[in-house]
């Protein structure tokens, strides 16, 4: 039990206002290990991991990444991992590779491997003959699909992939899983995702933890949780430690009235 | 360095595959050289003014600086709302570069915006005094241009959305805009009108610009230009402070 633990969390919350997104949480992650967060929607996944890449203050609690506070060593977090979004974040106005330049350059990939490595990724994701084409031209699919190459341009300690694979056909989704597996054996990167789809979680993860109205109900291997809960799929475990209902997802409103917003005002 | 020289491209590309929309905003400063230029020109002449394009075109440059670099700053409200900006916060890059890049980049658009209009003065017959201060009247330019894209960028990262725009137009740029000199001359207003303006930043700018373009230069402008220079700092380092605290 005395592996190197590369993300320690302890008794972290979040509050907005007077609502609790993330409630007392607490979890570590092995270094070169794969670690995989499940939970309905609104339960707190994309507000810890805004937590844990220096993007958002916790209410309460401690964190290390990598050994450091992402609250009072940011710049040495930033310097330890990578991040695939949930939500979009690329410049639309600019080619698919200016783009990856953008970020190879913000990322200190040096000069003389960063074409090298982006046009690697970008074959890899199978968009070479697209480089050069702005963004506003890409469908949802390949712009995932870029988003995960500019995640993977530099090789990070940590990568944390917010539903990395959401809106990916089946072959996308192997191909990407397949080359992140051999990151993670090859460079012992640690992997910290997110996903809704259980048999990736399980065919992936060494270890899951279920969140739930931002409370960890249950963590370990897919197996212990499978055994636990007396099912025989993890699907299974994750509805009954999760219940049946449907959530009603506030977390969307507000993002996509500020989208809806920007999009009035006409400029992209 | 590079962080800074990056989004400084960044900023330049979009500037140009919008030029169209861009050029779109000279509309306004346009619109008021030659509205007020020859609508008012006749009255300043009479009363002994002398000829008033000459008197505006510095101003309506200014003008010009101070609405692009308004513009630009606030970019970096959509790119909140893009997304993009996320992907540049979580950068192992420092907050002042992220700052300085964007508003450089920012800057450099207006600056270029405020060349444009220069030459419509020139066109419609505006004629620079001593062609040797061009240069110095370009720095003028530029700084006006940084000291507002730095100021809307800062307040920016406060934002969430574009709502606050049209307030932060009308209560902040246009009374800084009519106080600042640029299209009348403010020693002949009330005492109390001309110590505000004083306190406006956008006064030196104009104030230098004019002095370059259409005066002999005066030791008032070496002033200007530091005032214009330690504001600008002051704001750098206010708005890197801003970035640190920005959660998206
Ligand atoms: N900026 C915010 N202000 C207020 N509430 C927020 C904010 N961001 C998130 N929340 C709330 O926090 C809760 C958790 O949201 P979060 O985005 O972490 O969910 P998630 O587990 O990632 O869900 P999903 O599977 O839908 O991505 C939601 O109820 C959401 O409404
Ligand atoms: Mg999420």
Known sequence: M?????????????KFDSFTAVDNISFEVEKGSVFAFLGPNGAGKT??????????????????????????????????????????????????????????????????MRKERIDSMIKFVGLFDRKDDYIKTFSGGMKRRLEI????????????????????DPQTRNHVWNYIKELNKKERMTVFFTTHYMEEAEKM???????????????GTGKELKKETKTDSLEMAFLKLTGHEIRDDESTTKKERMRITGKMWGTR | MKAV?????????????????????????????????????????????????QFIAPGIIAMTALFSGMFSGMEVVWDKQFGFLKETLVAPVSRVSIMVGKTLGGATVATIQGIIVFIVCLIIGFRPMNL?????????????????????????????????????????????FFLSGALFPLNNFPRPIYIVSKFNPLSYGVNGLRMTLTEVIKFGAVFDFLILLILSGLIVAIGSYLFSNVEV
Do not use: C
């Open chain 1, 2 to 14: 005395n592996k190197e633990k590369i993300i320690e969390v302890k008794s972290l919350s979040k």
């Open chain 1, 47 to 112: 507000t810890t991991i805004r937590m844990l890449t220096t993007l958002l203050k916790p209410t309460k609690g401690s964190i290390k990444v990598n050994g450091f506070d992402p609250v009072s060593e940011k710049n040495n977090v930033r310097n330890s991992f990578g991040i695939v979004f949930q939500d979009p974040s690329l410049d639309n106005e600019l080619t698919a590779y200016e783009n990856l330049v953008f970020h190879s350059v913000l990322y200190h990939v040096p000069k003389e």
């Open chain 2, 132 to 176: 040797i201060y061009l240069p110095m009247a370009f720095v003028f330019l530029f700084l006006i241009a940084f000291l507002f894209t730095a100021l809307a960028t800062a307040v920016a990262s406060k934002l969430e959305d574009m709502q606050a725009f049209p307030v932060i137009m009308n209560f902040i740029i246009m009374p800084l």
């Open chain 1, 205 to 219: 993860a060494d270890r899951i933890a279920i969140i739930d109205h931002g409370k960890i109900v249950k963590i």
């Open chain 2, 5 to 53: 020289y990056i989004m400084w491209l960044r900023q330049l590309k979009r500037y140009w595959r919008s030029r169209g929309r861009m050029i779109g905003f000279l509309g306004q400063p346009i619109l008021f050289l030659i509205a007020l230029g020859f609508g008012f020109g006749p009255i300043y002449k009479a009363a002994g003014g002398g000829d008033y394009i």
């Open chain 1, 149 to 168: 190459a500019r995640g993977l341009i530099h090789h990070p300690k940590i990568l944390f992939l917010d539903e990395p694979t959401l809106g990916l």
